[in-house]
């Protein structure tokens, strides 16, 4: 699985971080950032899911992720 980190520290937005504008809607406590920093974990490792991110903020990430990684064509 690739996951990409998630922070609520939103005073700080680097190149590749996402600003998650339906926080709540997601399931998350507070204001928050899925940051640029990707990794591959097992899925045995995933205790249990906290909530999602709506279309609007997944296509974000993903745009975002593709820029940084220099996926656009």
Do not use: C, H
Not at 7 to 22: E, F, M, P, V, W
Request: net charge negative; charged share 20%; glycine share 6%.
């Amino acid at each position: 699985m690739i996951s990409a980190a998630v922070t609520s520290n939103t005073n700080r937005i680097l190149a590749g971080d996402s600003l998650i504008t339906d926080w709540q809607e997601a399931g998350l406590l507070f204001p928050s950032v899925a940051t640029g920093v990707i990794r591959t974990i097992k899925q045995g490792m995933i205790a249990r899911t906290l909530g999602s991110l709506s279309y609007r903020d997944m296509d974000a990430v993903d745009q975002r992720l593709r820029l940084i990684l220099d996926l656009e064509s």
